[in-house]
């Protein structure tokens, strides 16, 4: 680790037989040391009991992986050999090399580091549904300050040891984190063995420095011995209750076996063993002289062989023989993909003209889903399963939460805690390892993985990228801002559109489904997808179905299409084409189009829903993306455009912005943060995208082109205002939205 | 609360003298009923210990409010009359009336639910620098279930006991979220009490049914006793070495008092009562009766006079007497806001022409801002201070970390918990309470806390809307994408600048600033700002000082402008206009501009720095948008234009969709998510900002206007494309940026 940090590719002498000279020094020193000794020590350890007990044991770190062979056999110029050392050496950190931290480049690796906070919940998704394997999480006790770990700790409560492996927390508690102590840090062995023991493990603390190497071995026989005894007894059919799982504590002090002091400071067991702990070793003798100490006294003549630069026999001997039990060669982290087998959705299709629940409907699909995949398809939510009508899928599995002696027995395909890290965390290692899965959410409360999810659609770009890898997930989001008016404000905020919308193009696909069939389309063709982050926005609320199976599975692979039974003479030669995006907001737009009919028969109107939203991003710009000649097939060339929209209009006009000529003709309302708790059409009415709304844009951008509109247009919109108060007095008189406004409109 | 979910306006008979019809229930059955009975029982206490002992306690729920007269006090129609009761029943949760929870619009409130997580870190932050307040605090077994929470709970390791006040968290396990057992519901006292303990709180446990008020009584005059116990001690110069505040555990069947059973079902005690427990009493017969009785068994004749309406004075007799104890009347709920003195900044300035981190500057103007401020300012950071080089500040004070024996003896006005979370709760509870707070973190993890900022921003437009409020709150992101190479593709991550983007235009404020000098302006300014959302995006690396202290003041005002020394006459007539947002984003621009001076003299360039992002919005949408004329005068009426932007471009295409027939004469370049590690500007390579890819496009948007330039134009680019892979063979053949690339341009 310290040769990586420090020698440069200039050093052709990296077993120090001479002194160290500032050439041999890289020029950007970048790492983090401190944590490397305790990383080291728990690998090696890992290892040994591996090949001790021909375990399975996941992921892996850099130096290690080298020693393995692993990085060998990803990339192969990293050879066992001083030319494959010297090249692990000089190109780490640095341009073209690997990172200071592991990323998807890293074999082995299933999560990456920088956001802290996921390991933990990351390793308990990871080891669902494979029964022998163990996934050991090193938690830093700064990683272990962040709420999402905090509450991580519970994640074996929903673990069945039956069905599914066991985690192996380590807490390697250094004291410090970038420049401050750590709360773990602070707190005495009681406090730590005390707050464990209340989230339901057995504690066991590694920290005599006289014997670290014993301790750590025979802690790590004890921990795996414990996780047998749990997994035995529940394969057994008599499952233990509420099993206390082994978590073990390493207290080390930071950056150990490095530089004791520099001048006056402590760097062993201080914040300064942080990152580089010789800051200035390229140019500062007394630095320098430090480090060639430092490595020296690592004996490198005594772990490499001098001529070949192979490592010694010694060393070699802990490594695992078959290179499946490699850590840094799991197949879990690449080639794991088993893709779902989908049930025909069309059997839960909703009939057209009818009115239906998108979720409903989806829950009964996803039941299907999950009888006939039952071991690589889960769902993880934050307690809003029902919530969202997605119930159906009880009918089949049931929620595992272990420690509820109650429910235990039955386990489950799906978990529920009110953590949406947890579930996003649990979901990535889900996936990363494979499987699929789904994560169903309030559309505000989504955006609190807003980062996880950039992350994570961040490894699958990198992993992509490296060749060997096929991760893959999808989430659904519903109970979108149109239907919360019951839970106010606080319970509507569409933003995560456009956390999607900013990830690369390739990764990233954002469906807005108009009706039940077209949701069920969209589901089934997510669950099918690969390395996508497939956002769906939906309502559980009863809609009408406004197309067949048929038409929707069309309207589905176009993305969007003219909505002819809303238009006049289908659409054709519009003096306005009127957009619904959403479906709320696409059935306000309908109704638009049924009112204008009435009131202003000479107003040509084309009526277009957009399901796929990628589809207007500029030509070039998304595999999705429609040509501007398609694109003008189906918003015309030169008629105005209103776009009623379910996000906020920023998102749409900046995915429009490239389109030529198109500024000056089109106009669009969204989602204001208007509205609290009230009715649903009053919210529309608060956000400005009610019929009325869009009716009298219809009739403003129109007006200028048509006469005979012209000659009606403020009388109309006078009307349509009136209509609107009307609506809103009977809201505010009844506390409800009239009956008339849920009606189906008719087009005559 | 029972009367409030069901009666409507029709139910003249709130006392129950007769049965109850289905013309008495409300159209739509919206409330939480579950949690109600545990709120309503801890706030009688809380106002019973609050008179006997003279407390400072906070806040409130909505019944307990009318009780005590402060809905009263700030809505004057709700009188303690049976009028003004059934005013509070009957809009209970209907449009125009109070939401189904506590929100802005909730005498007493500092915070609104809905994304459960922060209600604990919040209570922290009130509490600061309020040494006699005691924030009695709430927590839900579901919410206990997030990540926020769960760190949240060693939120009292940071409050130092002489100069804050004690948050009072108070555990209502009732078992049940929305549809599924809780954790804390399934732990037994055991697990809990050994949780708190490592947590580092004594615990107390109530539970026994049979003696719940006396249970409750006793253990609030004890947590009373032991919070005086501590504070007395630290007070008085002789503080507790890790004191151990108190936490109440109420244990209560989850919807207490309400129906025991629904047909088979279990109500009382069980996730039916969460919501409305009797969903159809509207129309079922059976239900109607069940309710009659629930709410005859709480006798409204002997709780409220028979003529008046008004509470018996037995109810009254433990409210407060004096309105500033009651909790829905604490001062610190509502003009609070104490404005903070804020120093001349320019004597920080850096001299024009040299080379300044912003960062570092910043950070010794703050130092001076928390000793003219040494109560009222506090900086909330996830152990980002030292490595963002703020780090001036601790000159003054110190980190306050109470649990650290060593270092807790200075405590200070810093709080470093590696939790975003629990850094933005804090910082929300300490400015909703009045005063300011600093948030400075890395820019891709500030996303961490994107919903808590928009839930933030929603609290402030409720807040600002009901007249009583002046919260107020800033953060300062930094370490950009832009200089995280050596982090890596994790590290970057620019889409906060949207998230803050979407709130509402009179409570956002986004500003890029491009050097020392018009950063210090800015943080300046934004101190002084009342109920805004301030980010801020800097660098913490030293870069060119392009502006005079002067001339940063007026930049800053003006919001963008010329900058004439790196523009053609002054950027008079140009043939492009080159626009740079961001600091190294700018650099680059003006490097671009040098470039085009030496090799297309020919080419008239006007450049224009952007330091105020809002400035670019359509006219009228933001109270900082420029009007079209003056963006004209700007950016010119005609000719192209070509932005280098830090962000996302999408989110630019979306600022600037609305201004007339811009589409088809800008281009623009921004983050593209590529580049890993590397080095600073190999990330510009990567994301095509880089000063080669600047100067190309102004070639290629310039030629058709300018036939001299054209004649050149494909030479200039080959010229450009070789420039840019020599310096990227340069990086990858020595590790780092070669010199010339940060020295200063010169324009002859």
């Not at 999480?137 to 069945?160: L, M, N, Q, R, S």
């Not at 009964?364 to 809003?384: A, C, G, I, W, Y």
């Amino acid at each position: 680790m310290t040769a990586m940090i420090f020698l440069s590719k200039d050093c052709d002498d990296i077993m120090l037989e001479k002194d160290l000279t500032f050439d041999d020094i890289k020029p950007r020193l970048l790492g983090h040391w401190g944590t490397c000794p305790g990383l080291v020590m728990v690998y090696a350890h890992l290892n040994r009991i591996i090949r001790k007990r021909d375990l399975d044991v996941s992921p892996g770190i850099l130096a290690s992986l080298w020693l393995e062979g692993a990085l060998h056999a990803f990339y192969p110029e990293y050879t066992m050999t001083s030319a494959g050392l010297k090249r692990l050496i000089s190109l780490f950190s640095v341009p073209g090399g690997f990172p200071s931290h592991i990323n998807a480049q890293t074999p082995g690796s299933i999560h990456e580091g920088g956001e802290l906070g996921y390991a933990l919940g990351v390793s308990f998704g990871a080891v669902m549904d494979s029964p022998d394997l163990i996934v050991a999480c090193v938690v830093g006790d700064g990683e272990a300050e962040t709420g999402p770990t905090a509450t991580a700790w519970h994640g074996f409560k929903y673990i069945d040891p039956a069905e599914s492996g066991a985690v192996l927390p380590i807490v390697h508690v250094n004291g410090f984190k970038i420049s401050e102590r750590t709360i773990y840090g602070v707190m005495d062995n009681k406090e730590i063995i005390a707050l464990f023991t209340g989230y339901g493990y057995q504690v066991r603390i590694i920290e005599d420095l006289e014997n670290l190497d014993n301790d750590l071995a025979a802690s790590m026989e004890w921990a795996v011995d414990e996780i047998h005894k749990i997994q035995k007894a529940a394969r057994s059919g008599k499952p233990i209750v509420k099993p206390r799982w082994p978590v073990l504590i390493l207290r080390t002090p930071k950056g150990l076996s490095g530089p004791k002091k520099l001048g006056d400071e402590f760097v062993e067991g201080s914040f300064h063993s942080h990152q580089v702990p010789l800051p200035k070793a390229k140019t500062d003798k007394a630095q320098l002289d430090l480090l060639t100490e430092w490595l020296r006294h690592y004996e490198p003549q005594e772990l490499f062989d001098a001529q070949t630069g192979e490592p010694v026999p010694e060393v070699l001997s802990i490594i695992p023989q078959s290179n499946e039990k490699k850590m840094g060669m799991r197949k879990e982290t690449y080639r794991a993909y088993q893709s779902l087998t989908t049930p025909n959705w069309q059997t839960h299709s909703a009939e057209k003209g009818g009115e239906a629940s998108c979720m409903q409907a989806v829950g009964q699909f996803l039941r299907d889903v999950m009888v006939e995949n039952p071991k690589t398809f889960r769902m993880f939510s934050p307690d809003e399963l029902e919530s969202n009508k997605l119930n159906a899928v009880l009918e089949k599995t049931g929620r595992n939460f272990q420690w509820d002696v109650a429910s235990r027995g039955q386990g489950g395909r799906v978990i529920e805690i009110l953590s949406e890290h947890t579930c996003q965390a649990m979901l990535q290692g889900y996936t990363l390892t494979g499987r699929t899965g789904l994560f169903p959410s309030y559309e505000a409360f989504l955006g609190i993985v807003h980062t996880m999810m950039v992350q994570y659609s961040k490894f699958t770009k990198m992993a992509v990228e490296t060749t060997y890898r096929h991760p893959c997930g999808s989430m659904v989001k519903t109970s979108t801002w149109a239907r919360q008016e019951h839970n106010g404000f606080s319970h509507q905020n569409p933003s995560f559109i456009g956390a999607v919308l900013n990830l690369k193009p390739k990764l990233a696909r954002v469906y807005l489904p108009p009706d039940a069939n077209c949701f069920l389309s969209t589901v089934a063709h997510c669950l099918r997808a690969k390395n996508y982050i497939n956002l769906m926005v939906g309502s559980k609320q009863p809609t009408p179905v406004w197309l067949s199976p048929e038409e929707a599975d069309l309207h589905c692979i176009a993305g969007a299409s003219v909505w002819k039974f809303a238009s006049v003479d289908e659409g054709k030669d519009p003096d306005v084409v009127l957009v619904g995006i959403g479906v709320e907001i696409t059935f306000e737009v309908i109704a638009a189009a049924a009112l204008l009919r009435k009131l202003c028969p000479s107003l040509r109107v084309r009526v277009v829903n957009v399901t796929d939203l990628m589809i207007l991003s500029e030509e070039g710009t998304h595999p999705h993306a429609l040509t501007n000649s398609s694109f003008n097939t189906l918003f015309t060339e030169d008629r105005p455009i209103h776009f009623n929209y379910h996000g906020y209009p920023i998102e749409l006009k900046g995915l429009l912005f490239g389109r030529p000529g198109l500024s000056d003709r089109v106009t669009m309302e969204g989602y204001r943060e208007e509205g609290t708790t009230t009715s649903p059409f009053d919210m529309m009415l608060a956000n400005h995208v009610s019929r009325f709304h869009v009716a009298t844009a219809a009739l403003r951008v129109a007006a200028p082109r048509n006469s005979s509109v012209a000659v009606d247009a403020h009388k109309l919109e006078a009307q349509l205002k009136h209509m609107a108060e009307k609506e809103k007095q009977y809201i505010y008189a009844t506390g409800k939205d009239s009956d008339a406004i849920y009606t189906v409109p008719k087009f005559e």
